[in-house]
């Protein structure tokens, strides 16, 4: 039996050399596989999964195995975004309620080391730090202390993943506010590079000539 490891976009397998010179010495049929893949990931469609395929290279039978995608993918695909922050502690993505991370949490739950839940909605809060993303209008360090402290006990407990309408739109709205902050600072930000741009290029120097004796 020979594994091959995949990376896949959910429902969008595509032909690739990486994968058919794996599968072309054994036979396979390659259009089979990866019409296969897709169905296998279609419900992750936006979203990057591992996928492993276990490959019988006398038979030529397959099976497919598709693995939890990464916590920040999960996170992406849940905020509708294509990327995470690149400077987190400057900009915001995005701005969770926690039966949102609940709801990740869940997903990841059976695929981590954490042996309680607690751990892993934890874990999933650190991503949500590391990637530029708020929770509850907070960020995600001081929600873990008032995890700590007790608060959301309820919603944990039951591992609550429906939103209230007026709580999103409280946090939609607090975001909003956030993205106009975000987009003044860039555009000032801009600016002020285009002026210093301008004021270091080089200024012609008048030309004279020289008298003839």
């Given at each position: 039996m020979v594994l091959i490891k995949l990376l896949v976009e959910g429902g969008k397998m595509s032909p690739g050399p990486a994968v058919a010179q794996q599968l072309g010495p054994m036979g396979i049929n390659m259009g089979q596989v990866i019409s296969d893949v897709n169905t296998a990931t279609s419900e992750f469609k936006g979203v990057t999964v591992p996928v492993h395929l276990t490959v019988d290279p006398k038979t030529k039978e397959f099976s497919i195995k598709v693995l939890s995608p990464p916590t920040s993918e999960l996170i992406k695909k849940e905020l509708k975004i294509e990327k995470a922050s690149g400077a987190r502690m400057k900009q915001k993505v995005g701005n969770f309620a926690i039966e949102q991370v609940i709801s990740i949490a869940?997903?990841?739950?059976?695929?981590?080391?954490?042996?309680?839940?607690?751990?892993?909605?934890?874990?999933?809060?650190?991503?949500?730090?590391?990637?530029?993303?708020?929770?509850?209008?907070?960020?995600?360090?001081?929600?873990?202390?008032?995890?700590?402290?007790?608060?959301?006990?309820?919603?944990?407990?039951?591992?609550?993943?429906?939103?209230?309408?007026?709580?999103?739109?409280?946090?939609?709205?607090?975001?909003?506010?956030?993205?106009?902050?975000?987009?003044?600072?860039?555009?000032?930000?801009?600016?002020?590079?285009?002026?210093?741009?301008?004021?270091?290029?080089?200024?012609?120097e008048g030309k004279t000539e020289e008298k003839k004796e």
């Open positions: 869940k997903s990841k739950h059976n695929t981590m080391l954490s042996n309680d839940f607690p751990a892993t909605l934890r874990s999933i809060i650190g991503t949500c730090q590391a990637l530029g993303v708020l929770i509850e209008s907070k960020e995600p360090k001081e929600v873990l202390e008032e995890i700590s402290e007790g608060k959301y006990k309820e919603e944990i407990g039951a591992q609550k993943t429906d939103i209230d309408p007026e709580k999103k739109e409280e946090l939609d709205t607090f975001f909003a506010k956030i993205t106009e902050e975000q987009e003044a600072v860039k555009a000032a930000a801009e600016e002020a590079e285009k002026v210093k741009e301008a004021s270091e290029e080089p200024k012609e």
